[in-house]
């Protein structure tokens, strides 16, 4: 069955440094990937997905992901936090095996340092 | 083009009441699935409607049901509410619903008591 981590619950960066949100997935047949955020009290907010195409993703506000195969991870980047940036930050995968549903991992909650 | 909407925003009911809850999708999206997130939690898929047919029933007692209409909006039912019902539900629509990239709502906050 196909699963999704993201590790660290939280993860605090100072303000300018660089982002790295962790996610690594299980999928038996190639998968979508995909990276949402949420901001307190709102829905989710597609950042960038991944379908096959350009293994590093570009996605909104400056974020990008790179799908590593041999890894099984797509991790989040961005070279300069912003203290918008401070949400929480969903990993998400699906596959034809889970009939493109939609897998989530837990979430990471990004705090900016000023 | 507005985006997917969400009806009620917030919601406060008690143990043992009913609740529908509903949404419209994007317009020319025919996909429309239903997610419960608890707080401090990611999404847990419910429902996926696709062409007015269950396509998709996530691990959920019968006390959940849904359905979508023909203009492809949707309800989301809950009945015999129970504490642990307390939660964001969160609609998203998709074009078809096969390749995953979901639009969601902004969610209707339940309070059950």
């Known amino acids: 069955a196909q699963s999704v981590t993201q590790l660290g619950s939280h993860v605090s960066v100072s303000e300018g440094a660089l982002v790295l949100l962790r996610c690594n997935y299980s999928?038996?047949?190639?998968?979508?990937l995909f990276w949402y955020v949420q901001y307190p009290n709102q829905g989710l907010q597609l950042l960038l997905k991944y379908t096959s195409a350009a293994t590093l993703v570009k996605g909104i506000n400056g974020f990008e992901a790179e799908f590593k195969k041999s890894e099984t991870s797509f991790h989040l980047t961005k070279p300069s936090a912003h203290m918008s940036d401070a949400a929480e930050y969903f990993c998400?995968?699906?596959?034809?095996?889970?009939?493109?549903?939609?897998?989530w991992g837990a979430g990471t909650k990004l705090i900016i340092k000023p | 083009d507005a985006g997917v909407t969400q009806s009620p925003t917030h919601l406060i009911k008690t143990r043992g009441q009913q609740v529908t809850l509903r949404c419209s999708p994007i317009s020319g999206h025919k996909s429309v699935s239903w997610y419960q997130q608890v707080l401090g939690q990611g999404p847990q898929f419910i429902f996926q409607y696709y062409e007015k047919e269950e396509r998709g029933r996530g691990n959920f007692p019968d006390r959940f049901s849904a359905r979508q209409f023909p203009n492809y909006s949707s309800e989301l039912n809950v009945n015999a509410l129970l504490l642990g019902d307390s939660a964001l539900y969160l609609c998203?629509?998709?074009?078809?619903?096969?390749?995953?990239?979901?639009?969601f709502g902004p969610g209707t906050r339940l309070t059950v008591l």
């Open positions: 999928s038996s047949v190639p998968p979508y």
């Open positions: 998400a995968v699906s596959d034809r095996e889970s009939n493109y549903q939609l897998i």
């Open positions: 998203a629509s998709s074009r078809s619903g096969t390749s995953g990239e979901q639009f």
